[in-house]
């Protein structure tokens, strides 16, 4: 093969990857709008249940989804991780042993 064909090659290969990448973030877009607007929708209908018969009004899916939007950013937690062992930490165990 010619450096021309390789080139060529090489070029279409990384349109194809780069097609597919977007492709994959425009799917991903999509689903996390559907979910966010399932989420308000759903939510949107529990308050209906449960808290405008208590005397509150009612909410729309907008409201609704930046009630739980709110919410998860208020009770988001963040794992710790865990401290690393020194080498000199394990040395110290063995000597007290």
Aim: aromatic share 8%; with cysteine.
């Amino acid at each position: 093969m010619s450096t021309a064909t390789t080139d060529y090659h090489d070029d279409e290969t990384h349109e194809v990857e780069a097609a597919i990448v977007t492709i994959q973030f425009l799917v991903w877009l999509a689903l996390a709008a559907f979910s966010s607007i399932l989420s308000g929708f759903v939510l949107k209908q529990l308050w209906g249940w449960f808290i405008v018969p208590l005397g509150a009004a009612q909410i729309g899916i907008a409201h609704a989804l930046g009630l739980s939007l709110l919410v998860s950013a208020l009770t988001l937690s963040i794992p710790r991780r865990k401290p690393r062992k020194s080498v000199c930490h394990g040395a110290q165990e063995l000597h007290r042993a």
